[in-house]
């Protein structure tokens, strides 16, 4: 069975600072990948995703993930960080065959210092 | 085009009753799921439909049915809520042939007192 797992429940950092949002993932072949956002009482925004084909993918809102398939890794990352970042992140995972629906993270909460 | 809608928002109900969440999505899509979030938790799936018709269990069914009554619509119902099944829940959908992407919608925050 496919598992995603967030390390840090909580993350806080300082406006105009760099982020890194660390996951890993279980899964028996390279699965779909993605990065969803979710502001406080909204459903979730996706960020970005992979496919396939360039493992370094641009996203909305100046985010990106690099997906390194030897640790098994999809890290968000964003150069400077905006208030309005402040948000919590998930990441997910679908198969590329069978069943479609996506596993989730447990979620890392993002707050940003002024 | 308004995406996935969900009803209600905010549900507050007693043990034993029984409620339907109801989720429509207006982009064509042919699958679409139903996750529960919980804290700490993630979403966690409940059950899907791949297509209009079809409906299978997910990770979380126990305490839970749907229906898919057409393309667009697929309701979740609560037959004897319990405390347990305090949570938000999220419709989702997604196009087959496009990847698995899914879009979500707004959520329903229930309350089971």
């Known amino acids: 069975a496919q598992s995603v797992t967030q390390p840090d429940i909580h993350i806080t950092v300082s406006e105009g600072a760099s982020l890194e949002l660390r996951c890993n993932y279980s899964?028996?072949?390279?699965?779909?990948l993605f990065w969803y956002v979710q502001s406080p009482g909204q459903g979730l925004q996706l960020l970005l995703k992979y496919f396939s084909g360039d493992t370094l993918v641009q996203g909305i809102k100046g985010f990106e993930a690099e997906f390194k398939r030897s640790q098994s890794s999809f890290n968000l990352r964003k150069p400077s960080v905006h208030w309005s970042d402040a948000a919590e992140y998930f990441c997910?995972?679908?198969?590329?065959?069978?069943?479609?629906?996506?596993?989730f993270g447990s979620g890392t909460r993002l707050q940003v210092q002024p | 085009n308004a995406g996935v809608t969900q009803t209600p928002k905010f549900q507050v109900l007693k043990t034993g009753q029984s409620m339907t969440l109801q989720c429509a999505q207006d982009m064509n899509h042919n699958s679409m799921y139903w996750y529960r979030q919980d804290p700490g938790m993630g979403l966690r799936l409940i059950y899907y439909?791949?297509?209009?018709?079809?409906?299978d269990k997910g990770e979380v069914p126990n305490g839970y049915n749907v229906s898919r009554l057409n393309k667009r619509e697929f309701s979740l119902r609560l037959e004897s809520a319990a405390p347990s099944q305090t949570s938000v829940y999220f419709c989702?959908?997604?196009?087959?042939?496009?990847?698995?992407?899914?879009?979500f919608g707004p959520g329903t925050r229930l309350t089971v007192l």
């Open positions: 989702a959908s997604s196009k087959e042939g496009s990847g698995i992407e899914q879009f």
């Open positions: 997910a995972v679908g198969a590329r065959t069978g069943r479609r629906a996506l596993t």
């Open positions: 899964y028996g072949a390279t699965p779909y």
């Open positions: 439909s791949a297509s209009e018709g079809t409906t």
